[in-house]
């Protein structure tokens, strides 16, 4: 299979391969490493979802046969140090560690510090590498599994793929473990309860996701957009193929268009909170460059919003776009009309040069 394009993706490595023997290893993760070392010297951009961090802290933690929430929450606070460092290892950039809860997820203002912090690390060239924060979750804020983590990850990064690693290589018409006869499904265009059915239970006996979860965040990703694999990470040449745009696995095509997927989400499903208004020359830098809403071109706000929530943006009483703002309103009638360069001496903190930032906007 052929024709493997993408600009920005997550890739997510479960427990199996990154603690195989209950303790961090590169055996499996050295052909990862390649491959996002080469995509980002094409100019791609990558973020990781990696597991592990209890199964890496498992030998250190006395525990019993089946142990405690506290006993897990302690292996996962001493496994995650092992499991970065030795991503670390791997590479000769900066790796950056950001660990969530699906709380954080679901909260409009902590969704929005989320990507603007994955947006930053990018930007400086960094790794950022996610996790599920278990030293902290309990079942109420737990997203649950990693394969669902990296789908909302996906989602918050805006990114355009998806790379599911697992122990086989790819969804069959059977268990390929059981039945030899099983075929590879190469690709799937629509995930059907046939397709859920063919998911079946967990697999490996380390992870907590099988491959009914890596489904679950397939379906998240392809309604939004967003193309995903499931490959065989145990695999390196899945990689070198990856890395000259060949894929053997299994694709699950996008059923909508991510952009059109976003600019519906922003027009449709998020009620304003209140308006900005700006001048000719900040509507011209919208409207015929694409560029961000800088404090400069803005003229007035009205409404009391606060940071990450939706905003009217207007010119000479018409709206023409709408998008997730950076700062609250107080904030913003403190630096309108200031170059981005004065808004840290003016409120103290900066949290970007943009009020809305591009990514955040479609236009009306």
Same mark, same amino acid.
């Given at each position: 299979?052929?024709? =493997?394009? !993408? ?46 961090? *209890? ?11 089946? /142990?405690?929430?506290?006993?897990? $929450? ?12 030795? !991503? ?38 960094? +790794? ?7 030293? *902290?979750?309990?079942?109420? %804020? ?13 989602? @918050? ?5 998806? #790379? #599911?690693?697992?122990? #086989? ?10 039945? /030899? $006869? ?43 957009? &967003?193309?995903?694999? &499931? ?10 193929? %990856? ?8 694709? =699950? *095509? ?10 519906? !989400? ?10 900005? #208004? ?26 009391? =919003? ?11 009483? @018409?709206? &023409? ?20 360069? %004065?808004?840290?001496?003016? +409120? ?17």
């Amino acid at each position: 299979m052929t024709g =493997f394009v !993408w600009k920005r993706a997550v890739i997510k490595v479960g427990s199996s391969l990154i603690a195989p023997d209950n303790q961090c290893s590169t055996r499996y993760l050295s052909a990862i490493a390649q491959f996002i070392c080469s995509s980002r010297q094409q100019g791609k951009e990558v973020i990781l979802v990696s597991s592990g961090s *209890v199964a890496a802290g498992r030998s250190k933690i006395a525990h019993k046969h089946r /142990p405690s929430i506290a006993e897990k $929450q302690a292996m996962a606070a001493i496994g995650q140090t092992h499991m970065m460092a030795n !991503w670390a290892s791997l590479f000769d950039f900066d790796c950056a560690q950001i660990l969530l809860t699906a709380d954080d997820l679901h909260n409009r203002t902590r969704y929005v510090n989320i990507k603007n912090t994955l947006r930053e690390l990018l930007k400086n060239n960094a +790794l950022p590498i996610v996790n599920e924060n278990d030293t *902290v979750a309990t079942a109420e %804020l737990k997203v649950g599994d990693n394969d669902n983590l990296a789908a909302y990850t996906a989602l @918050v990064a805006q990114a355009d793929t998806l #790379i #599911i690693c697992s122990d #086989i290589d790819g969804l069959f018409d059977a268990d390929p473990r059981s039945n /030899p $006869q099983a075929k590879l499904i190469n690709e799937v265009r629509e995930i059907t309860p046939h397709i859920h059915q063919l998911a079946g239970g967990a697999g490996s006996a380390v992870g907590t996701g099988g491959m009914r979860t890596k489904i679950q965040a397939a379906e998240k990703c392809v309604k939004s957009g &967003i193309q995903t694999l &499931i490959v065989n990470g145990r695999d390196a040449q899945v990689f070198a193929r %990856l890395a000259v745009g060949q894929l053997t696995g299994t694709l =699950f *095509v996008p059923t909508e268009n991510r952009e059109r997927a976003r600019d519906a !989400w922003l027009k449709h499903n998020l009620k304003t909170k209140g308006s900005i #208004i700006i001048d000719e020359g900040a509507k011209r830098a919208l409207l015929e460059k694409g560029a961000s809403l800088l404090p400069s071109g803005i003229t007035g706000v009205a409404g009391n =919003f606060v940071a990450g929530e939706a905003v009217n943006i207007e010119c000479n009483q @018409v709206v &023409i776009a709408k998008g997730l703002v950076l700062y609250n309103a107080t904030d913003l009638v403190s630096i309108k009309g200031l170059k981005s360069n %004065l808004i840290e001496g003016t +409120l103290g903190y900066s949290v970007g040069e943009a009020a809305v930032h591009r990514d955040d906007l479609v236009l009306i």
